[in-house]
């Protein structure tokens, strides 16, 4: 055969082959759809089941598939939507498919840290927080925007500054001297939380800084025992768990976004008299004290006239407003990029982002660096690892607050005043005060410093590995590792380091946190009708920290501050510290036909902070629930009775002492004898030392009408006992006092939620929020058969909230003379107060208020509306009940006694003339009795107030205009945060008090307005 006919056989045979491979071929061909609003899918995955032969839906979401033969099923996969598989037998119709979004992805299942149930399946009591109320709003951190968003759940911060420390109490406190903040568990793996702060400044620095809202994919707050039980020794004031990000099946999703903004105040704060009101109340307060001290008109005049200018001079410049020197607009800036996908073998989730938000002076804000990868490999058909890797750098900037005499709030509402120049007429600083003495504020801010670092990597491993179906196997390492570092600069050219010459202060603290967790577990469903899960395990939680620290002074250059240039060493110091706790648990729940729920868990902890003898503690839950919807007795009612559950839990768990080695005996090795190291005892000994027990109970019942309207009512008990307190012991041991188990208080409470979907069509969905929490807190027990403990402003009563205040009663200002007043409240035979009125304070005593700190009542109005293209969602929040008690007045509550001070402007209504009816005195020099001075229940203020906590309003563009450049969506997005407020008393922001209620020297939260754009690909 010649070559060239072979060579034409041979190409004959392939075409032949060829074609009929072809028509062997079917071509499957379909549309993807929402089912919300009927709009095709842009990328969603259509793939064989079992192999690698699959397509993207086009931009009409249209798909054309070719496959060797039929039937065969087919996998339909979309981010955030239910994987549909769906059996193909002909290939001669257009497949039409349906996608529902994942409900699990909204809110309809609780995520306990050990395990994921379906909320209508939990017996107990949690809130669930989902992505989409994190998205958007500018926040440095998650926990302010749990804010009304929970019920039972308050948040609170002592400072409005970026990166400050914040907490979260979960059904009021339940602990006097240990934490009473929850335990946080990120996927699955108890972490370090709280302040961190090196510099001992009031604003702090939050461990919980370091992660990106956007990496949260929910947080789930658990209140009762029914799984908070299984994290025992650290879980009496809730457990907090957060679930970041994980890729879904389907085509890679690349997501950016971006927003810039800026903050202010978030309501008029503080505000003091400008220098023409001020010069005009002290001109009038010198005229007053004069004639009051027997001198004629003419007399009072000429002195005033005298003396007006050494209080109140009309400066060279001007007056100064000090607001315009010492603050500012702050800003806020984020970007963000992540990358998530997978297949049924593989799946992940990337994110980096960058977010910088100044804060309303220059020395104020936070910069962070995150980046984030969570993955999952399913080896084998028995076997899948993953991992979740954190790293983040956050860098906070720092001013001093308090009563430092150079805090710009401290000093711009009490000692700075608007006769004070900022400059000197040859233009250098002002360093001659009228009241601040040398220290200017400004030139403060100028050169000083404090500056504080964290860099932290959080990496949890894990592999999972089932012997047979439902049998699995799981175990989790752990490394959470900071690093702290603190700066605080005082410069030789400023007040604060004119003295030595320049000081810096350095600190370095390590903190590693490993955790080592194995669990078995199980499920089985037997007949179709009983359905049983349990879990078993063992874990170690190994913390250890190490810090140290120096002072230097007397520095060459300013602008070389390193601590090693200080020529003086002022200190040293350092210290390691060490924990653990070894657990074992187990837990198991059983339903019958998904309608009637038991379950229990048990788990046993030995701390190394409590003694040998006392370490291991049990702590155990029972739960049950029953489905009544699904009774036979509730079908005639099903057309509108939709849903019914009744549920009920009762456990114990409990709070660790807060010192890692509060049980030992200690001695000092810090001081010394004529230069020689020397020992002196430090702590006493207990050895009988405990955990605080936490007794739980709660009882809920679900319900829904016409899948419209659902709601949750609960009704709950903390009772606190074992409670840890500094007992006071006689000064011969060398100790005032020791710490001691004793005590007993007792939390109870209601909550209710109610969410309506209002309007549900393809064009307009409008869905709302309501919840409230109200919640009692009173002391049942103190040590030594006390009734009562007076601790400064308050006391500490049987029967009677922790935080109950102990003050003289105010009874106003007399009318005549404009002198303050106070009742005397002696006590009659009876024990009734005698409420005569006396001028004397002296005359007057302290007595229990019927006021306390706690509010009342919490809760927030969510509404989330969504027009076409348009969306809109607002949140309120509230709280009534509670009062403040304002300590910043015992600088500025003078009444003319401190008139080198600022005025507050409401003294513009004190007492001016006979028959004027007011709550201020007579503003007059050296009064007869100073309210600054006295505590007083006019100092006490009513916390209630109605947030306007956030509001976003965005533009999604429609899929279009964005198909031809490869975008799946897009939204265009304004939100503001702590927008608008309403408050009963709106001297200071009433959320600036802290938790004891305590209205102090901090920065208020601040007003966020930001306009930003998600883009995904």
């Known amino acids: 055969m010649k070559p060239r006919f072979k060579l034409t056989l041979f190409f004959l045979l392939l075409w032949c082959a060829g074609t009929t491979f072809?028509?062997?071929?079917?071509?499957?061909?379909?549309?993807?759809?929402?089912?919300?609003?009927?709009?095709?899918?842009?990328?969603?995955?259509?793939?064989?089941?079992?192999?690698?032969?699959?397509?993207s839906t086009n931009l009409d979401g249209q798909f054309q598939l070719s496959v060797s033969k039929l039937p065969v099923n087919l996998i339909v996969s979309y981010v955030g939507y239910i994987v549909q598989e769906i059996r193909v037998t002909s290939a001669n119709r257009e497949l039409r498919v349906v996608m529902r979004q994942d409900a699990a992805m909204l809110d309809d299942v609780i995520v306990t840290g050990y395990s994921t149930v379906k909320k209508s399946a939990y017996a107990g009591s949690a809130a669930t927080v989902r992505a989409d109320k994190l998205e958007s709003i500018p926040s440095s951190s998650f926990m302010d925007l749990m804010q009304g968003n929970a019920t039972g759940v308050q948040f609170s911060t002592p400072s409005g500054q970026p990166g400050a420390a914040s907490s979260l109490r979960v059904r009021g406190m339940g602990s006097f001297n240990a934490s009473n903040s929850p335990l946080y568990v990120i996927d699955g793996v108890p972490v370090r939380s709280g302040d961190v702060d090196q510099l001992g400044t009031d604003a702090g620095f939050s461990l919980m800084s370091t992660l990106n809202s956007d990496d949260i994919e929910s947080i789930n707050i658990i209140k009762d025992a029914a799984a908070a039980s299984l994290y025992g020794s650290r879980a009496a004031n809730g457990v907090v768990i957060i679930t970041t990000k994980k890729g879904?099946?389907?085509?890679?999703?690349?997501?950016?976004?971006?927003?810039?903004?800026?903050?202010?105040?978030?309501?008029?704060?503080?505000?003091?008299m400008s220098g023409a009101e001020r010069r005009n109340y002290i001109y009038d307060a010198l005229y007053r004290g004069q004639i009051r001290d027997g001198k004629s008109e003419s007399e009072a005049k000429a002195y005033a006239d005298d003396e007006l200018d050494t209080y109140a001079p009309i400066p060279w410049c001007g007056y100064v407003d000090w607001n315009d020197v010492l603050f500012k607009k702050g800003s806020h800036q984020t970007y963000e990029a992540s990358v998530s996908g997978g297949n049924e073998?593989?799946?992940?989730?990337?994110?980096?982002?960058?977010?910088?938000?100044?804060?309303?002076?220059?020395?104020?804000?936070?910069?962070?660096?995150?980046?984030?990868?969570?993955?999952?490999?399913?080896?084998?058909?028995?076997?899948t690892v993953g991992a979740n890797l954190l790293f983040s750098n956050a860098n906070q900037d720092v001013y001093s607050e308090g009563t430092s005499y150079t805090s710009p709030f401290y000093s711009s509402r009490n000692c700075v005043v608007p006769s004070d120049p900022v400059y000197l007429e040859d233009g250098s600083w002002n360093r001659s005060f009228i009241r601040n003495s040398d220290r200017n504020p400004a030139l403060s801010q100028a050169y000083d410093?404090?500056?504080?670092?964290?860099?932290?990597?959080?990496?949890?491993?894990?592999?999972?590995?089932?012997?047979?179906?439902?049998?699995?196997?799981?175990?989790?390492?752990?490394?959470?590792?900071?690093?702290?570092?603190?700066?605080?600069?005082?410069?030789?050219r400023t007040s604060n380091g004119d003295d030595t010459n320049g000081n810096m202060d350095a600190i370095m603290s390590e903190y590693k946190k490993f955790v080592w967790k194995n669990q078995l577990s199980y499920q089985i469903t037997l007949n179709e009708k009983h359905n049983l899960d349990a879990l078993v395990g063992y874990e170690i939680d190994d913390a250890s920290s190490d810090y140290v620290s120096g002072e230097a002074s007397n520095f060459a250059l300013a602008s070389k501050n390193s601590l090693s240039n200080g020529m003086t060493t002022e200190s040293v110091s350092g210290a390691p510290g060490a924990q653990r706790i070894v657990s074992y648990l187990g837990t198991a729940n059983y339903n019958y036909r998904e309608r009637y729920y038991l379950g229990a868990s048990y788990r046993m902890d030995g701390s190394s902070r409590l003694y040998r003898d006392s370490r291991w503690g049990s702590f155990w839950s029972a739960s049950a629930a029953w489905r009544v919807i699904e009774e036979s007795f509730m079908a005639p009612l099903s057309s509108w009775f939709t849903d019914l559950k009744i549920r009920a839990s009762y456990g114990v768990n409990g709070t660790l002492p807060s010192d890692s080695f509060g049980f030992m005996g200690l001695s000092s090795l810090t001081s010394g004898y004529m230069g020689a190291p020397a020992t002196s005892p430090s702590q006493i000994a207990n050895y009988d030392l405990e955990w605080e027990t936490n007794y739980n109970f709660n009882i809920g019942l679900d319900f829904a009408f016409f899948s419209r309207l659902r709601g949750t009512i609960e009704y709950y008990t903390r009772n606190t006992k074992n409670l840890l307190m500094d007992m006071p012991i006689s000064m011969t041991?060398?100790?005032?006092?020791?710490?001691?188990?004793?005590g007993e208080v007792r939390n109870s409470g209601v909550e209710f939620e109610l969410t309506s979907t209002n309007f549900n069509t393809p064009d307009f969905s409008w869905e709302t929020t309501f919840n409230i929490s109200a919640n009692a807190n009173k002391v049942v027990k103190l040590s030594n058969n006390q009734d009562q403990i007076v601790s400064g402003s308050k006391i500490h009563m049987i029967g009677k909230p922790y935080y109950t205040y102990y003050m003289i009663e105010f009874a106003g200002i007399n009318p005549e003379t404009g002198s303050p007043q106070f009742y005397t409240n002696t006590q009659d035979a009876d024990g009734n107060y005698v409420k005569e009125i006396t001028e004397k304070t002296s005359e007057a005593k302290a007595i229990p208020i019927d006021k306390h700190a706690e509010p009342v009542s919490i809760g927030g109005l969510n509404n989330s509306l969504r027009y076409k293209w348009f969306d809109l969602s607002f949140l309120f929040t509230y709280q009534f009940g509670g009062y403040s008690y304002d300590n910043w007045a015992q600088k500025t509550e003078h009444g003319g006694y401190d008139l080198e001070a600022n005025i507050p402007t409401y003294y513009a209504d004190s007492w001016k003339k006979p028959g004027d009816i007011t709550q201020y005195e007579v503003f007059i020099e050296a009064p007869a009795v100073r309210m600054n001075g006295t505590t007083t229940t006019r100092r006490l203020h009513s916390s209630d107030y109605i947030r306007l906590k956030s509001i976003t309003f965005g533009v999604t563009l429609p899929k279009s205009w964005l198909a031809k450049a490869g975008i799946s969506k897009a939204r265009i997005y304004a939100s503001a945060n702590n927008l608008w407020t309403w408050a009963a008393y709106d001297y200071y922001d009433p959320t600036s008090a802290t938790n004891d209620g305590i209205a102090s020297w901090q920065t208020p939260p601040l007003k966020t307005i930001a306009a930003g754009i998600n883009v995904t690909f």
């Open 345 to 383: 073998r593989f799946r992940y989730y990337t994110s980096l982002a960058y977010l910088k938000q100044e804060g309303i002076t220059i020395q104020s804000g936070l910069e962070r660096v995150s980046g984030r990868v969570n993955a999952e490999y399913k080896a084998t058909d028995h076997l």
């Open 733 to 742: 041991t060398g100790f005032s006092n020791y710490l001691k188990n004793v």
């Open 449 to 492: 410093w404090k500056r504080q670092y964290i860099n932290r990597a959080f990496n949890t491993v894990f592999a999972e590995y089932e012997f047979i179906k439902n049998l699995k196997l799981r175990s989790t390492l752990s490394y959470d590792y900071n690093v702290v570092k603190a700066k605080d600069w005082s410069d030789p």
């Open 22 to 55: 072809a028509q062997n071929l079917s071509t499957l061909k379909g549309v993807v759809l929402d089912e919300a609003d009927g709009q095709p899918l842009i990328g969603a995955s259509v793939l064989v089941k079992e192999t690698d032969n699959g397509v």
């Open 248 to 272: 879904k099946t389907g085509k890679a999703e690349i997501n950016v976004k971006a927003d810039w903004g800026n903050s202010d105040f978030a309501m008029d704060f503080r505000p003091v």
